[in-house]
T-cell receptor
Framework: DAGVIQSPRHEVTEMGQEVTLRCKPI?????LFWYRQTMMRGLELLIY????????DSGMPEDRFSAKMPNASFSTLKIQPSEPRDSAVYFC?????????????FGDGTRLSIL | GQQVMQIPQYQHVQEGEDFTTYCNSS?????IQWYKQRPGGHPVFLIQ?????EVKKQKRLTFQFGEAKKNSSLHITATQTTDVGTYFC?????????????FGQGTRLTINP
């Protein structure tokens, strides 16, 4: 079975530009998570969805960040406008559970650099 | 607030030496999960421990869950260069009224061949 698929793998853009990250979860997983990883802050949960519905977005840094899940096989994380401090690795993960009773399966991540 | 803490943050060993990372929770956990992230890679699930005092082994890796289910450890015997990476523990914690999987900050293991 295919794992979690993310695109693009790398993104370099200038500040102020819109950035869209994409994720396809594992089929049959009802939960999708977006994480951000930096050296300073480690792995941070930004938002998660259950059956395509956003459940908890308390980790989203500010209004410049938005996430959608239009169907069970696709999600996007958008940053508009982007800023240099948004530079990080963004991971998407999926699971059969949100409460930590099942493992999470991570995609390869998107390495984002905002100049 | 509730959190998961890992020590040490970094560990450098000679190849062949043993390595241990420790994970502590501020509250009792229903389970603990361990993940490994290779340099430039993504976290990969290794194992889940559920029972008090549980010990599980995967080849040279030994995982323990404390009797009080508030701490855990990962021990690697005779490290190899393939063990390089960051090891994360994660446990379900109640954050702002909702149970979530919370990751520790990780222990970054480097190995001198």
């Amino acid at each position: 079975d295919a794992g979690v698929i993310q695109s693009p793998r790398h993104e370099v853009t200038e500040m102020g530009q819109e950035v869209t990250l994409r994720c396809k979860p594992i089929s049959g997983h009802d939960y999708l998570f977006w994480y951000r990883q930096t050296m300073m802050r480690g792995l941070e949960l930004l938002i998660y969805f259950n059956n395509n519905v956003p459940i908890d977005d308390s980790g989203m840094p500010e209004d410049r960040f938005s996430a959608k899940m239009p169907n069970a096989s696709f999600s996007t994380l958008k940053i508009q406008p982007s800023e240099p401090r948004d530079s990080a690795v963004y991971f998407c993960a999926s699971s059969m559970d949100s409460m930590g009773n099942q493992p999470q399966h991570f995609g390869d991540g998107t390495r984002l650099s905002i100049l | 607030g509730q959190q998961v803490m890992q020590i040490p943050q970094y560990q450098h060993v000679q190849e062949g030496e043993d390595f241990t990372t420790y994970c502590n929770s501020s509250t009792t956990l229903s389970n603990i999960q361990w993940y490994k992230q290779r340099p430039g890679g993504h976290p990969v699930f290794l194992i889940q421990l559920v029972k008090s005092g549980e010990v599980k082994k995967q080849k040279r890796l030994t995982f323990q869950f404390g009797e009080a289910k508030k701490n855990s450890s990962l021990h690697i015997t005779a490290t190899q260069t393939t063990d390089v990476g960051t090891y994360f523990c994660a446990g379900p914690l109640l954050i702002q009224g909702a149970q979530k999987l919370v990751f520790g900050q990780g222990t970054r293991l480097t190995i001198n061949p």
